[in-house]
């Protein structure tokens, strides 16, 4: 199948992948809408015998010839829905004692980089490394607004974690076949969906009502061990979701990625564990005890970078009633020169864990703030600030949020989150050797105290089958969600928070 575009000729593919996924991937990372899109060109003369040579190769990738530049480039293509991909192959959830993720050999950065890199049919257009933060940092580009990060020790390995959280996040932005179910909650009841109440709404601006018909996508209940229907706007961050079904703002909260759906699901519950947690403690206003620095050697090199640049590195006990040791990071200044102070949180069974989760983002957030600022300097100016402190309803991005907390006017918002009793360690809990049982475990758990363990199975098929990755949405109703632009906050109905008011929170 030969395609001109202009100067670009496109050839195949001619086998498991059909034109129309191939076409659909390259427009949209061109960001170029298809609809009513008509292809025009001509193959230059000099390049009609290359293409005739290329032409009927079986293959399932696209060969690319800029005939006004003279370059030829092969591109991968990942099946879309129209291709029907096989079924989902499922795994084994045993791994060594204390472990959180089973073994993958096909996730190595190469076999990443060829499955889901590619610039001119994505899904991840580019890989772009930064190398003046405390940690190697890349950026997986998806488009110009959504990207995967990865902040470890070393570029390579923080190209995979870039890469998968890019896939986590492609994965649970909108469903790959839009919702066919549009119902009300009173049509179809508590039995057979989940009642949206019991996901904190907001004040301002919700349209709610059980008589409000929205679209549904199939989920599933651990604890009733059941179908359930979930709101796609809930389910999916991204979803198209029509205006007048619109009644909250979702964000990536509880999405998880891992090597089969239970581990998938384990991760996305760590995250809402974190998440709840961070803002438990932030609109309870918790007083927190501070955590023994463990004998870690990347825990101790964050927190002496800080100290070099003028920040006391604080980790604090934020765990909570759902039973998962959580720390909440709060970088510290001690210059009044400085922005005053950045905060993060990490959860995890292993509290070590949670404390490098913590401290890494932590500390990239406080030297990647100095870049923000240069970048969009009239967003970071004390004025604005000052009016973003004083309104709260004109908080409405990620960046808001931080910022707006390290003004020194802001220090008594958290001035009573660090517990005046002196430190401890985090005891691990009990050490698993099967990720089921782990998960069977905090469902029952979850299920003493009163709450439900929900998750959407996100995954797409081709990259379940070709490098065993899953993806999962999980929600448990009654826990505080993340959300962004503090309009958005979702406080109104949680029997666990007793307030509805509070300041902007300052997750980053």
């Avoid at 179908?227 to 079904?245: D, F, K, L, R, S």
């Avoid at 519950?269 to 955590?291: C, G, H, N, S």
């Avoid at 993806?471 to 309009?487: N, Q, R, W, Y």
Wanted: proline share 8%.
């Amino acid at each position: 199948m030969i395609r001109v575009d202009g100067g670009l000729t496109l050839i195949g593919p001619t086998t498991n992948v059909c034109v129309d996924c191939a076409e659909n991937a390259r427009l949209a990372t061109a960001r170029a809408p298809r609809q009513n899109l008509r292809l025009k060109g001509l193959i230059a003369p000099a390049f009609q015998p290359l293409v005739a040579a290329l032409q009927g190769q079986e293959r399932d990738t696209v060969i690319a010839i800029r005939t006004d530049l003279g370059l030829v480039s092969t591109h991968r293509i990942t099946p879309g829905n129209c291709c029907s991909p096989e079924p989902v192959s499922h795994k084994d959830t045993s791994t060594p004692a204390g472990e959180l993720r089973t073994p993958n050999d096909k996730t190595t950065v190469d076999g990443l980089k060829d499955a889901v890199v590619d610039f001119r049919h994505g899904p991840v257009t580019a890989l772009f490394r930064t190398g003046n933060l405390p940690l190697a940092t890349v950026t997986a580009e998806l488009d110009s607004h959504t990207a995967g990060y990865g902040r470890t020790t070393s570029f390579e390995e923080a190209e995979r974690v870039a890469i998968f959280e890019a896939i986590e996040r492609l994965n649970g932005m909108r469903p790959r076949v839009p919702s066919t179910l549009e119902a009300s909650f009173a049509e179809l009841g508590p039995d057979q969906a989940l009642d949206p109440e019991r996901l904190g709404l907001n004040d301002f601006g919700n349209t709610y009502h059980p008589d409000l018909r929205i679209r549904w996508t199939p989920g599933w209940s651990y604890t009733r061990r059941k179908p359930i229907q979930v709101p796609e706007q809930v389910a999916y961050w991204g979803a198209h979701t029509p205006p007048e079904q619109r009644f909250l703002h979702e964000t990536s909260n509880g999405c998880g990625l891992g090597n089969s759906l239970t581990e998938a699901v384990l991760h996305g519950l760590f995250e809402v564990a974190e998440r709840d947690a961070f803002l438990m403690a932030w609109y309870a206003q918790t007083p927190l005890r501070k955590i023994k620095l463990p004998n870690e050697p990347l825990l101790h090199h964050l927190t002496d970078r800080l100290a070099e640049l003028g920040y006391e590195l604080l980790f604090l006990d934020a765990t909570n009633d759902l039973g998962i040791p959580a720390v909440l990071s709060l970088a510290r200044a001690r210059r009044s020169d400085l922005p005053q102070a950045f905060f993060a949180a990490g959860a995890s069974p292993d509290p070590t864990k949670a404390m490098r989760s913590a401290a890494v983002e932590v500390a990239v957030d406080v030297e990647a703030f100095a870049d923000r600022a240069r970048e969009n300097p009239e967003n970071y100016q004390r004025e604005r600030l000052l009016s973003l402190l004083h309104d709260p309803t004109q908080v409405r991005s990620m960046d808001d949020h931080v910022a707006v907390n390290t003004l020194p006017e802001a220090k008594t918002r958290y001035a009573s989150l660090v517990s005046d009793e002196p430190p401890q360690a985090l005891n691990n809990q009990p050490r698993h050797t099967d990720l089921k049982e782990l998960l069977d475990h905090y469902t029952e758990d979850l299920k003493a105290k009163g709450l439900e363990l929900i998750a959407v199975d996100q995954s797409d098929p081709h990259t379940a089958n070709t490098l065993g990755l899953h993806s999962a949405k999980v929600i448990v109703p009654g826990t505080l969600p993340m959300t962004f632009g503090h309009l958005h906050r979702r406080t109104r109905g949680l029997p666990r928070l007793d307030l509805q008011a509070g300041h902007p929170h300052p997750f980053p």
